[in-house]
Each structure stands twice: as C-alpha cells, then as structure tokens.
C-alpha cells in the first residue's frame, strides 16, 4: 500500500512530466526504442491524471488509493471467510479427502435414551482449492450441492467491496475523460475498445456453443446412466465429478499413477533441458547471499549462455506453507535495461508455486495440471530472463495486456508434448521414463471437455467486461449480469444466492482485461502450430522464439512482433483494433467453422 502511494505521488510529479514531454517532442535526439518509452511514460502520467486541474487531480489520487485498499479488503476477505460446510455422518467424505477435514462433533440422542451422545462429523473448508477437489471426488450429491453453494456464497462480504471497486474505477475513469473502466483498461491494448473485446467474444461464444452444448449432453447422458432416475437434471455442481468419471472411464487414467513420473526435482530438470535445447543456455545454481533469501526452500539460478555469459537470474520459490502467497505466479524483481555501452542490468524474477502433497520435499509430486502451472509460470521467467530492452520499462512482460499471457501459454503446450516429456518425467522410483501411450491418453483426456472449458472463459471474459462497462443500476447488481450471462452463453443453470465473482481475483488484477487469456489462447495455438508443433526442441525454433519475439519485451510494437515471428495470419483487423486469428485454436479443438468478422 506504501509502495502503490508513493507511485502515485511520482505520476503527479510535473517536473518528470515536463521532461518527458520534452524529451518525446525532442524525438530526433533519441533512438527508437528512447521515443517510444518518452511517449509511453508520458501517456501513463497522463493516465494517472496530471494533466487536470488540481482539484480533479487531488480526487483521481483519492480514488486510486481507494481502489487499492478496497482490492486489498476484497483479497483478505477471501482468506478470511472461505466457507465451509460440517457433514453428518464422516462417511460421506470420500477417503481421499481426509485431508481437508476437521472432526466435529454435534450432540445427539439416541432413541429411547434420555441422555445425549457426541456425533462426530467433518467440517470441511470450501476454500477454491479445497472446492475443487471436493466437487471431482465426492460421490455423494448432497455434499457436492452443499459445498458448492458455500463456496460460490462466500464471502458475502464481498458484494459490497466488489460495487465498491466497480463504482470508483467508473468515476476514476470518467475524470480521466473516459465512458466507462473497460474503455480506460482496454484503449492501449492491441483491442483498442471494449466494442471490438465483446465482438471477438460473443463471435468465439457463438462458435464454440454447439460443441459446448454436444458435451453438456454427454455428461448428462452419462449421469442418467449412472443414476437410473430420468428425472434428474443436471446441475452445475455435477461437472466436474462426472466429467473426471468420464475421463477416468474413457482412458483409464489414474491420478496417482500420472503424477508418479513428475517428482518436482524431475520437472525442474525438465525446464533446464528444454532451455538448453532452444536457447543453448543453461541454468546454474548459485549460492545466496546472506539475508538474500526470504525462506530456506529458496533456490536461486543463474541463466547462462556459454557466449554471452549471464543472462539473468531466477528465484524458485515452489513449496508450499502457512502464510505464503497463495497459488502461483511470476514476479519481475529488476528489470534489464541497458546502463551503459558496456554495462547491462540483468533481469532478476522469481517464480512462486505452491506445490504440495508430501512432507519430505524430495518426495513432492506433480500431477499434470500442476505440470502444465509450472511450465505456464516458467513461460513468463523466460519472456523476462530473455528480454534485451534499452529500457526497464519494457523489460520482458511489461508489454500489452493483451500480448503478456502468449509465452505463458505458448510454454504449456510443451508441458504435453510427449518428445518433451520423455527427456525429464520419469517414475520416482523405478526411473522408467513416462509411455508414449499414458501420454496419449491424458492428450485425449485434455481434449474431452475443451469446449466446455473454452466457454468458460469466454463467460469469465464478457462478465469482466460487462461488469467494468456500462454503469451497473440498482436493478442489474453484479449477481444478476452473472446470472444473466450464464444463462446466454451456457446450458448450465445459475445457482440463486450464489456470487462467485466474490472470490474472483482476476476481476482486481486484470480489471476488463480477462479477455486477454483468450487472445494469449489464440496467439499460442497459432505460433504452436505454424512454428513449434513439427521440432518444438529444436535450436532453429528457440532461436526464431527468442530473437524475434522474447527479447523485445515491449520494445516493438506488439503487432509487429506477431507479424514478424509469423507473418500476417496470426492477427485480423476489426473496427479499429486488433484480434487474434483463430484458425489454429479451431483445429486443435476440433471446432469446425472459422470466425467471420
């Protein structure tokens, strides 16, 4: 909070505006990249409101560190209230689950018996993780329906938190000259408008619905299978238990055997080989300094090129413990900027995971979703590692919104390509690399519900849109425009009384900016296929990643920087802003049909 008022103060300051103004009308002195941050550094002060009068400007400030503690106040209610349901009798909690209950104990009396007896019972946290699992492995459909509507309940304080922040960042965005915060977020990105976001999402939602709605059918098929009651509907609290069943039924797949060949040290040897193979480099551990280290699981690498020596250095944080930042993510330490003619700064980023499931570190296994995490995170570290700027300001992911996600997902694909898989997952015991066929198997798994999933994201997408667009009236609170669109773009029924975007973090970090997955998604698909599915290993490849798109961080304009790893049919052009071609992604998925715009 410190940290965020005193940027604050910095973007008032018009003695560093006047000299960036300067310096961009002075653009002849400068080298491209010089120009282009001036201008850059310019339109975010201008961003920050210096530009108006003092009393506007005094209440841009007010707002901006409003919103920062509302989204604070919004986060510590997640941790604080996650929920949680107490199941009579402990039996209806699978065995598997054990490890996130709490005994209870209730009184009860026994028929006929004047005295009362201590029932015991599990309490169980309905926590997005704790939920998750819950709803894939509970066979019992009133625990499910319980736990679900808990967990999607809560915290109930968090509706007035989330009006809360919608409301200021529409006033802060209104001062600044805007119609709505999707407008405000949106604008420097590739997209342009969010009339141009929710074209590309509502065309994506009207391609991808027919095969959305063929697996709803099958997953409901499957339960009047399972059930013998035709009457029964079926309900969102369903999905991921039946489809996990179905996976299971279909490829014969068992959790415990997939993540048997992915031991954390096994998949951290994994990540070195793939850099080596790419990009000739390598990762070295070093010591740390005293003091350096926030926690003794820190590890520290160095990335190092046998001709151009240290290229940057990475923190990996990966286990989980009480009190640390939940789930996963990458963070950039220190930029690289260019210091001198011979002096550069090198990038210094750290990856934090929570990786669990064993009290021995040694011992601590992967299963595939993980992996797939891992490799995610690994793909933003190398986009910063990798990343030659003359200036920090556009070091490694500091590029558009709507481009930051692409290495990301770019580096998952990897994660389950068998010709990769075979140089590191191997069985924690036995050391036999992981079969060919396990691996087709899971492919095949992955693929089940990809339009499902898909979807998904495109409802996440538009409801972040909707709610961050036009101005929200008292009869179209937040939990109505859910329930709204659900209803639109899904078959599956909206739960009344639940709220899941009170617990959805990406409505604060990514503000109207979710769609971006869904570029990232397309963009990935593309380069994948059109550069990495035929040799992903090879040097050729990591070359073109690395010297036509990884080092320029946010130097370069990030439409060039597509056009020139792949030429002109990754991006098409749509009422003044850019969205990504989809060819690829349809293909891979099986989707037939190719967006018109």
């Known amino acids: 909070m410190r940290m965020s008022e005193y940027f604050h103060f910095l973007n008032t300051n018009h003695t560093l505006y006047n000299a960036v103004k300067k310096a961009e009308h002075e653009a002849h002195l400068l080298t491209r990249e010089a120009h282009m941050a001036a201008h850059f550094l310019r339109v975010d002060f201008e961003r920050a409101g210096i530009h108006l009068s003092a009393e506007r400007l005094d209440r841009v400030n007010q707002l901006s560190i409003e919103i920062s503690q509302l989204c604070q106040e919004y986060k510590e209610n997640i941790v604080i209230d996650p929920g949680s349901v107490d199941i009579f009798p402990p039996m209806r909690v699978p065995n598997n689950l054990h490890h996130l209950v709490k005994p209870i104990y209730r009184s009860s009396k ?66 600044l000259g805007y119609r709505s915060y999707a407008e405000f977020a949106v604008t420097p990105n590739m997209a342009s408008s969010p009339a141009v976001v929710v074209s590309f999402l509502q065309e994506l939602s009207n391609l991808v619905r027919p095969s959305a709605d063929e697996e709803f059918n099958q997953i409901r098929e499957f339960k009047l299978k399972k059930r013998f009651n035709k009457f029964e509907d079926l309900e969102p609290w369903d999905e991921a238990y039946y489809t996990s069943m179905m996976k299971s039924t279909a490829y014969n797949l068992n959790s415990s055997v997939i993540s048997s060949y992915f031991p954390l040290t096994q998949c951290i040897e994994g990540l070195k080989t793939l850099v080596n193979s790419l990009f000739g480099a390598s990762f070295n551990s070093i010591s740390l300094a005293p003091g350096e280290s926030w926690h003794p699981d820190v590890l520290k690498l160095s990335l190092h090129h046998p001709e151009e020596g240290d290229l940057g250095y990475l923190y990996l944080d990966l286990y989980s413990r009480k009190g ?51 490799f995610h995170e690994f793909g933003h570290a190398l986009h910063s590692l990798l990343s030659r700027t003359e200036y920090q300001h556009f070091s490694g992911t500091r590029v558009v919104l709507d481009l930051a996600e692409t290495p990301s997902n770019l580096f998952e694909y990897y994660a389950s390509d068998y010709r990769v898989l075979r140089t590191f997952a191997k069985h924690y015991s036995t050391g036999e690399v992981i079969p060919e066929k396990l691996v087709k198997s899971m492919q095949g798994a992955k693929k089940m519900f990809a339009a499902t999933e898909l979807q998904r994201q495109i409802l996440y997408a538009l409801i972040d849109q909707t709610l961050f667009g036009e101005r929200l009236t008292l009869e179209r609170d937040t939990s109505s425009v859910v329930a709204e ?93 850019v969205i990504p071609d989809i060819t690829s992604l349809c293909k891979e998925m099986d989707i037939s049909g190719k967006l018109v715009v």
């Open 110 to 175: 026994s028929f006929g018996s004047i005295s009362s007896m201590k029932e015991k019972g599990f309490r169980l946290m309905t926590d997005a993780d704790s939920l998750s699992s819950i709803l894939q492995y509970t066979s019992d459909d009133e625990v499910r329906k319980m736990a679900y509507v808990k967990g999607n309940s809560s915290p109930r304080a968090n509706l007035d938190v989330l009006d809360k922040i919608i409301a200021t960042r529409h006033e802060l965005a209104q001062i």
């Open 324 to 374: 640390k930042y939940p789930g996963c993510a990458h963070f950039a330490i220190q930029g690289g900027c260019k210091v001198s003619e011979m002096e550069y700064q090198l990038p210094v980023v750290a990856l934090v995971c929570n990786f669990s499931g064993s009290r021995e570190r040694s011992n601590v296994r992967l299963n595939h979703s993980e992996v797939e995490t891992l």
């Open 485 to 577: 669109l659900k209803r639109q773009c899904t078959s599956w029924k909206h739960v009344d009384g639940t709220h899941w975007q009170t617990r959805f973090f990406h409505l604060l970090t990514y503000g109207a900016g979710y769609y971006s997955y869904l570029y990232a998604k397309c963009f990935a698909a593309t380069i994948w296929e059109k550069l990495c599915q035929e040799d992903p290993l090879s040097r050729s490849t990591g070359t073109a990643l690395r010297t036509k798109f990884l080092q320029h961080g946010g130097s370069k304009e990030p439409v060039d920087l597509l056009k020139d790893l792949l030429g002109d049919g990754i991006i098409r052009y749509c009422d003044g802003g």
